[in-house]
C-alpha cells in the first residue's frame, strides 16, 4: 500500500520504534488485544496528517459516515514484542 496512509505512518518502524513513541504519536488506541500486546487505531488521511477515531464506529456513528469516500478508513495495527518494542505493523481496510 502506497500513498498519503503509508506515508503518514512512517514514523512507525518495526523492530526500532518503541510503544511510548507510538502512544505518544497517535494517542489511546482504538482497541487492544492480547493484554495490550496488540494495539489498533481506526485511521483515514486529511491531507498529509493522519486522523484517528478515538473508538470504533458503529454503523451510523456520523464521524465515520461522513468521511467522504476518497478518505476510506483503515485500520492500523501495531504489534509489540516483550520488550515493548514494534514487532509489525500493518494498514487493513476499515469494515463499515
Request: proline content about 6%.
Amino acid at each position: 500500500m502506497t500513498g498519503p496512509l503509508t506515508h503518514a505512518t512512517t514514523f512507525i518502524q518495526d523492530g526500532q520504534s518503541t510503544r511510548e513513541q507510538v502512544l505518544l504519536k497517535l494517542g489511546i488506541p482504538s482497541r487492544q488485544f492480547e493484554a495490550g500486546r496488540i494495539l489498533a487505531w481506526r485511521v483515514r488521511t486529511e491531507g498529509a496528517e493522519l486522523v484517528m477515531v478515538s473508538d470504533y464506529p458503529a454503523g451510523d456513528d456520523p464521524r465515520y459516515n461522513t468521511w467522504p469516500a476518497s478518505s476510506r478508513g483503515f485500520d492500523l495495527i501495531v504489534v509489540f514484542d516483550t520488550h515493548d518494542l514494534v514487532q509489525t505493523h500493518n494498514l487493513v481496510p476499515a469494515r463499515r
